[in-house]
């Protein structure tokens, strides 16, 4: 399959490589090109879903020699490559200017050394990438100063086509906010609108693809709401007290209704009630302590007990509130149907809960930090 090249660039350590995962997903092939001592200067990835590689530069750090180099890199490989196989496919299609949203004091210098690093590609379409946007309210000044930043580079700016605010994986803002996963679908289409015509892919096979990513990055929060549940549960407080996970599930149902692009209202807010209501007043966790303690051959810590019912709990609501969302975006389904909602989370919580849930316990061991306790759980309830 013929396909278009995106070159990322951007100083060390602002998420090329984050972001990158998030674009491709975990399965990408990666090959690497250029080695100097133990580095690899470039790391190219592609799947078998998106019709572009991504090159991927390392230690592009802000200083133009450095940056030089990597570009050097990239030529070359374009080269060899075009030689190789006698096409030209290995030309650069768009570039992937990465600047850091938490740091706008480098804006000026950084996307001054992009300029000139990039200027032997006079006529390539650029999407500047604001990584680590975690913050909404400050997504439009960062806009702005970029734009602002790239007009006082005329050829650089010529060539710039969009500029994406994105968060590429999910990010723990405190106990029971996140900011998930965000602008990296439209990164996406806004590249392969970008390509030549005879690559790009379909619309249909776009919007498949970035459904698909959409549910990974869904799990993604889930998994991290599943970790913060495991230390809030860990606290030999009496269980079920489920109404201590609260402020934990609202905001991992919240976030799920962001990446399924969900505007926030007030039909949202009875809806993701009738979820955490329903998680709250079940009686599956009282059930599944009781189980839990009386499965022959464990013989777990109370507090243990905890953690992996509350871990648990917060898979399974996030679980369920993956498969409302999607239902409601495809359509389906709407705000309105709370009970619905309700059903479907009684389900998870029903008997299948206790048993998975110890599952779980039996393959526990006390070493476990909660990192691998929740993706112990994630495993065992995604399964
Ligand atoms: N939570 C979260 N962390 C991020 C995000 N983007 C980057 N990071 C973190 O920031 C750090 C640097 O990210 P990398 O993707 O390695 O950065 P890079 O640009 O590839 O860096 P070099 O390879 O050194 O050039 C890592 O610890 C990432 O986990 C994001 O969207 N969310
Ligand atoms: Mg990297």
């Known amino acids: 399959m013929t396909k278009g090249n995106v070159l990322v660039i951007g100083n060390s350590g602002v998420g090329k490589s984050t972001l990158i995962n998030a674009v491709l997903g975990e399965e990408c092939a990666v090959t690497g090109y250029g080695i100097t001592g133990t580095t690899q200067e470039l790391s190219i990835y592609e799947n078998g879903r998106i019709p572009f590689r991504i090159i991927d530069t390392v230690g592009f750090e802000p200083s133009f020699r450095k940056a030089s180099r990597a570009v050097r890199s990239v030529r070359k490989w374009s080269r060899d490559s075009a030689v190789k196989e006698e096409r030209k496919e290995e030309r650069i299609s768009v570039i992937w200017c990465c600047v850091e949203g938490t740091s706008r004091k480098l804006f000026p210098d ?11 590609w006079p006529s390539v379409p650029v999407i500047a990438v604001i990584t680590k946007s975690y913050s909404l309210p400050e997504r439009r000044e960062n806009i702005m100063m970029v734009h ?19 968060v590429a994986m999910t990010y723990r803002l405190n106990d029971d906010a996140f900011a998930p996963p965000d602008g990296i679908t439209d990164l996406i289409e806004a590249t392969n609108d970008l390509l030549p015509e005879g690559i790009r892919a379909s619309e249909t096979d776009v919007a498949r693809y970035k459904m698909d990513r959409r549910r990974a990055f869904a799990h993604s929060t889930v998994g991290v709401a599943t970790a913060s549940a495991v230390i809030v549960g860990a606290v030999p407080i009496p269980f079920p007290d489920a109404a201590i996970l609260t402020p934990l599930e609202i905001a991992e149902i919240n976030t799920v209704s962001r990446i399924y692009g969900i505007n926030k209202d007030e039909k949202l807010v009875k809806f993701v009630d009738s979820i955490v209501e329903v998680g709250t007043v079940s009686t599956a966790a009282r059930a599944a302590v009781n189980a839990l303690k009386s499965i022959p051959g464990v013989n777990a810590a109370a507090s243990a007990v905890n953690a992996v019912i509350a871990g648990s709990i917060v898979a399974a609501i996030g679980e369920c509130s993956i498969a409302a969302f999607e239902q409601i975006s495809a359509g389906n389904r709407s705000l309105s149907e709370t009970e619905w909602v309700k059903e479907l989370t009684d389900s998870k919580l029903s008997e299948k809960f206790v048993s998975k849930a110890s599952t779980v316990l039996k393959r526990y061991n006390d070493a476990q930090d909660p990192k691998k306790l929740a993706q112990l759980i994630l495993d065992v309830f995604f399964r």
């Not at 050829?155 to 994105?166: A, G, Q, S």
Request: glycine residues 0%; charged residues 25%; aromatic residues 6%.
């Open 110 to 120: 950084t996307i001054r050394i992009m300029a000139k690093a990039v200027s032997m």
């Open 148 to 166: 602002e930043a790239f007009s006082t580079h005329k050829k650089l700016f010529n060539n710039l086509k969009r500029i994406i605010p994105v």
